[in-house]
C-alpha cells in the first residue's frame, strides 16, 4: 500500500507541521479524532479504518463493529477490552469506548495489536502526535502447497529471485534460507500445511530470511528446485511409505517425542472453577501442577513448553496455536473437575471427541465455558462452545488412537497412587484441543467442587502426586510409542 495523503494528525495535536521525505501523492491532510478516558488516549476506530483503507460495518444494535482489510476481519465492541482478529481473540489493556455514536480503541493497545495482524505498520509519532500507515515491505509473499500422489510440493513464492540454500538437521527440519529475503513471520501461521510437514515457523534475520519446515517424516527425500519467472522456490517432499504398527494413521508418524507442551488451564480474569470451601481457585492449582509437571518431564531430559507460566488469561485457540507452531509431540492440558453437586470425585483424563454421556458432556461444556472470557458476547461464546461447532473441524481425529493411549496411560498412573477415585477415561468436545495437529488431552486432576478433594487440590504434597502421575503416564507413552518405532 502507498501512502497517498500528507498526515494523519491526531485532534489533540492538529497544528500542521511539516512532512519530511514521505511520498506524497496528494496533499491532503487527515485529522484522527480523539478522546480521551482519564489519562489513555483513544483513537476513533473509523477514522483508522480510513487510515488503513479497510471497510467499516457498525451495528447500533449489538455495539458491535466490523473492519474488514482485505485479508483479515477484526471486530470490536464497545465497552469490551476483546478484539477478534478472523477466529483469534486478543485482549487489549483498556476496553473500547463509545462516544458521539462512534466507537473509541485505546490508542497504545490498538496499535499494539493491529501491528501484530496488519499487513503494514501504524506508526505513532508521539512527539508530533501523528499516526502514519507504513507498508511494511516484503519479498517472501506467501507459501502454498499442493498434495501429489506421492509428494507434497510447496511452492515459496518471492518477488523476484534470490539466493537460497537448504538443509535437513537431525530432528527432522528442513531449512530453507533465502538470502537477503523478508518475510512477515506474523503471516506464516495462515500459510498452509503440505501433508508432509508438521509445523511450519519463519525467522527474519538481518540479512536473510528462515523458514523451516518440521517433516513428519526424517528420512523423507527433499528435492529443491526454483524458477526466476515467476520467481519461486519449489520443494518436493516425498514420504517414506513403511506402515507404522503403532498407529493406524499414517499422517502422525514421528520417530521421538521430544516436545511437551503443558497447558495450565484457565488464568487471568477466568479463574476456572472455584472450590466451595476454602474458595481455591482452578487457574492456581493447575498452575502449580503444570510447573511440577514440566519439572518432572524436563528431570527425565524431554524438552516443555508451557503455554503460560504466570497468572495469565491465555485464548484456548491460542494454546493449540503456540503448540503447533513449536512442532510439539504431545498436547497435555491440565484442569481440576467442577460439578453442581457436591458429591462427585475422581480423576479423569480426556480426549476430544463426540461425548458420549451426559457427564463427559458436562466437563467440557465447563471448560468451554472459558470461550467467554474472549468472545464478544456470552451468546456467541455459547455457540462456539457447541459441541457441533466443536466437531465440525476435527482435526483431532487424526490423532484420535495416539490421543486416546495417551489418556489411558496418564490415567493409569494415577491409579491406586492417588486416594481418590479413578474415574477412567472418556472423550469429550474439549474446544481446547481442538485443531491441535498431535495427540492431545486434558486432565481432570480431581474435583475442585468436593471439599475433600479441594482441601487436597490445596496440598503441595497431593499436587506433587499428581504431576508426578501425569508425567510418569507421558514418559510411558513416550517409552512404548519409540519401542514400536526401532
Ligand atoms: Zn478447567
Redesign the pocket.
Known sequence: MILSVLGWWLTAGSAIANVGGRNVFNQREHIIKTTKVGEIIYVSLADIQILINAGLEWNPFSGTAKVDTGDRIIKVSMYSPYVMVDNDAYNMVYSAAFQDGELYMPLESFLELSNKVLRGELVYDYGQERIDYVPRFHNILGLSSEERTNASLITVSLSEAMQYEYNVTDEGWLNLIIDGGRVDTNLVKQWGIAKAVQAIRAYQFENSAQLSFRLKEKNASIKVSDSKNPARIIISISAETDESEFSGNPSWRKNEIELIVIDP??GGQDS??VGRKYGTK?KDV?LEISKMVAKFLENKGLKVMMTRNEDVFIPLGGRTQLANRLGADLFVSI??NASPKRKPRGSQTFFLSQAKNDEARAAAA??NS?LKFEMENEALAAKMGDLDYILMDLVQNEYLKESSELAEMIQKEADGKLKIPNRGIDQAGFYVLNKAYMPAVLVETAFISNEVEEGLLKKESFQKKVAENIANGILEFKRKYQLTKK
Open positions: 488451564g484457565h476456572g472453577a482452578e493447575v484442569h481440576a465447563l471448560e472459558s
